[in-house]
């Protein structure tokens, strides 16, 4: 007895921690109210690396390059690719003015590293502005980049953006990415909000070549082989320099994962990063991670148990209510309100293939980026 005492004990403190992050920390983003920037129109660099990519860019390139934005260039780095991906950039290069083409050859020192082709990139670039996005990607909109770009000021040189997935019908795995996808932004959108930024994705991400160059790129973790957005900006971000930019124009849009083999590969490498992070985001995701196991570990030990299980029940359908009131208002504003209605669902499942995925990085490396 004295050990579902524990459990018991364990499961109460679990529940307040979740209701502190969900209510003081994401609820930061989950209510607050869009503000329209005025459009800036500075000179903006759209820096795209592609490896292998010759099909997507030919889906995906034209939705950039269409922009309604009266000042940008795009660079189009070509990542030593293996199929024709050089010959398809060069078609587009010869049908717009405003593309500058970079074509990294492979070195075996930075084999299979993205941060060396997109520094090649980067350097390249003749504005200060810079705006990213991946190959397999699409704006949302022709305004893109003028949303995106409205948030620079002089003193935030940093913008985080949304990049979706999009919707596959009677798919799970695809609901399950895409919430994947949107506990992520909600997470790096409220801590960015209370002054802890601590990650972008390059899907949709912009900062300025002088923060770039400031941090001596990405020099100190160059031998790691996937970060170039979220180590980065954990680099670089800060109370003072980090806006978030969430309107729909903003978003961009790519394709997911179709099995759950890619999938884990992915996330595999994605993951792999979180450990060189800076130890007070380390602190605070680990502590995240580990109550939202431990909600549905002790949860349904007690249920099982039928200790107390009146009071268990009530304190699990509080939890899930406060999440729900804070996951609903950034469903609609990320555009992803038709994953509300699984939610308890998604989550269970997310957590075990966090799991399973953080176990199988302990046993061995994931691989480079592509």
């Given at each position: 007895m004295?050990?579902?005492d ?27 109210k ?54 398809v950039?060069e ?36 504005n ?8 397999d ?19 935030q ?19 399950l990415?895409?919430f ?21 994705v ?46 729909k ?8 994962k179709?099995?759950?083999k ?19 985001h ?10 939202n ?78």
């Amino acid at each position: 007895m004295a050990f579902l005492d524990f459990i018991y004990c364990s499961f109460i403190a679990v529940v307040i921690t979740q209701a502190i992050f969900y209510i003081f920390i994401f609820g930061k983003f989950a209510f607050l109210k869009p503000t329209k920037k005025a459009s800036k129109n500075i000179a903006i660099s759209v820096i795209i690396c592609a490896k292998n990519e010759a099909e997507n860019l030919k889906t995906f390139l034209p939705s950039v390059l269409e922009q309604d934005y009266p000042n940008f260039e795009v660079v189009l780095i070509n990542d030593a690719s293996k199929d024709n991906t050089l010959e398809v950039i060069e078609e587009f290069e010869t049908l717009h003015n405003h593309i500058k083409v970079v074509n990294v050859k492979s070195v075996e020192a930075f084999w299979g590293n993205k941060k060396y082709a997109l520094t090649l990139g980067i350097k390249a670039a003749k504005n200060d502005y810079l705006l990213f996005t991946d190959a397999d990607c699409k704006p949302l909109s022709k305004h893109w980049i003028t949303e995106m770009s409205s948030h620079f000021t002089p003193l935030q040189t940093i913008v985080l953006g949304y990049g979706g997935y999009s919707k596959i019908k009677k798919s799970f795995l695809n609901k399950l990415i895409r919430f994947e996808t949107l506990l992520t932004a909600i997470h790096y959108f409220s801590f960015a909000k209370i002054g802890l930024p601590y990650m972008g994705v390059g899907r949709n991400l912009a900062y300025t070549k002088k923060e770039f160059f400031n941090a001596n790129g990405f020099i100190n973790h160059i031998k790691v082989r996937s970060g170039d957005d979220d180590l980065f900006i954990n680099q670089i971000a800060n109370t003072k320099n980090t806006a978030i930019c969430y309107t729909k124009n903003s978003f961009t849009e790519s394709t997911p994962k179709t099995t759950f083999k890619s999938w884990f590969k992915q996330k595999r490498r994605h993951i792999s990063t979180a450990k060189y992070y800076k130890t007070k985001h380390k602190v605070l995701l680990t502590l995240l991670y580990t109550t939202n196991l431990l909600f549905w570990v002790l949860g349904i030990t007690l249920f099982f148990t039928l200790y107390l299980w009146k009071i268990t029940l009530c304190l699990f359908l509080l939890r899930l209510a406060i999440q729900y009131i804070i996951i609903g208002p950034a469903t609609k504003k990320l555009n992803e309100t038709d994953l509300l209605v699984l939610l308890p669902f998604l989550e269970f499942f997310l957590i075990v293939a966090q799991l399973t995925i953080f176990i199988n990085n302990l046993i061995s490396k994931p691989n480079h980026w592509k």
